[in-house]
C-alpha cells in the first residue's frame, strides 16, 4: 500500500510518501503564517504534483484542534483563517484517494507508539514541545480522543496559577511557562541556547516536569515520549527533568516514570498520518 502523509504544522509543513512501512519520498518546508489556508494548499499540489508518486490512501495531520468524527478543523491556536477550511475535502481531491485528518499531537503520539520509541509500551503519553505544546494519548495501541476530541490538550493546563497571560484567557498556563515561542519572547534567545545554561534548565524543569507530573496521576502511562524541536536538547532537559520529576510525584505512587525523547526526530507525525490513513 502507498500512503501519502501530510504534517501541516504553524512553523514548518511536511509531506511524505510511504511504501507499506518504508518511507521513500519527503519534502519540508516553512510555513507562511500570513498566507493561510489556500496557500497551503497550492505549497502541497505543487509538491505532489511533482512526484511520480500515486497513493492509495491520505493521511493528515494538522496543528491545531480537529473534530475527528466530521473531519472538520475546529481552529488553528497560532494562524488564522483554517476554521471550517474544508482541507480533507481538497486533499482527496488534489489526490484522488481517501484522507484522514487528526490533530498533529494525537499522530505524533501514533507515530511514537507504532514505529518510534513508543514500542512495546501499551499505552502512552505523547507530548510535543515545540513552538506550542501539544499532547496524545494512546490507549491499547490507539488513540484516545476523548467525547469531543479534546483529550490530551495538556499545553492550557495552568502550572502556575498567579502566572503571565496565556493566548487562551487564562494565566500560567503549561504552553505559557514551556514552550518556545514564550521562551523566546519571555528570554530573547530560543530554547535551545537557554537549555545550554544548565541553571536555566534547572529553573525550567520545574514547570516542565508539573505538566508531565499531572500526566503521570491521571494515566499512569506506560512511557512519556517527547518530541518537537526542544526535546533535542537531549541530555541537558531530560537529566534535570527526570530528576525534579522524581522530586514532584506523590511519594505513596508507584507509577512508572519511563519518560524518554521520540525516536522519529522530526517526522513523528508524518509516521503517524500514514499509520491513521492504513487503518
Ligand atoms: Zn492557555
Redo the contacts with the bound molecule.
Keep these: 500500500m502507498r500512503t501519502l502523509a501530510i504534517d501541516i504544522g504553524g512553523t514548518k509543513f511536511s509531506v511524505a510518501g510511504f511504501e507499506d512501512d518504508r518511507l521513500v519520498v519527503r519534502h519540508s518546508a516553512a510555513t507562511d503564517r500570513d498566507a493561510g489556508p489556500e496557500w497551503m494548499c497550492s505549497q502541497i499540489e505543487s509538491v505532489f504534483s511533482s512526484w511520480r508518486f500515486k497513493p492509495d490512501r491520505c493521511g493528515i495531520g494538522f496543528g491545531g484542534p480537529v473534530d475527528f468524527p466530521t473531519q472538520a478543523v475546529t481552529l488553528s491556536t497560532h494562524v488564522d483563517g483554517w476554521a471550517g477550511f474544508p482541507l480533507v475535502e481538497r486533499i482527496e481531491r488534489l489526490t484522488g484517494v481517501r484522507a484522514v485528518m487528526d490533530n498533529d499531537a494525537n499522530l505524533g503520539a501514533l507515530g511514537e507508539a507504532r514505529y518510534g520509541a513508543g514500542i512495546g509500551a501499551e499505552s502512552l503519553f505523547y507530548m510535543t514541545l515545540s513552538t506550542g505544546i501539544g499532547g496524545g494519548i494512546i490507549v491499547n495501541g490507539n488513540v484516545y480522543r476523548g467525547a469531543d476530541s479534546y483529550a490530551g490538550e495538556i499545553?492550557?493546563l495552568n502550572v502556575e496559577p498567579d502566572g503571565p497571560d496565556?493566548?487562551?484567557g487564562?494565566r500560567g498556563?503549561y504552553?505559557?511557562m514551556c514552550c518556545g515561542l514564550w521562551l523566546e519572547r519571555d528570554y530573547g534567545k530560543p530554547a535551545m541556547d537557554l537549555l545550554a545554561d544548565p541553571g536555566f534548565a534547572e529553573k525550567y524543569v520545574v514547570y516542565l516536569a508539573r505538566g508531565l507530573k499531572a500526566a503521570l496521576m491521571l494515566l499512569n502511562p506506560g512511557r512519556i515520549v517527547i518530541g518537537g524541536g526542544i526535546s533535542k536538547a537531549g541530555d541537558a532537559l531530560f537529566v534535570p527533568l527526570r530528576a525534579e520529576l522524581g522530586r514532584q510525584m506523590t511519594a505513596w505512587s508507584r507509577a512508572r516514570r519511563d519518560v524518554v525523547p521520540a525516536a522519529l526526530g522530526d517526522d513523528s507525525v508524518l509516521w503517524g498520518a500514514a499509520a491513521l490513513a492504513r487503518m
Design positions: 499545553g492550557h496565556c493566548l487562551c487564562s498556563c504552553e505559557r
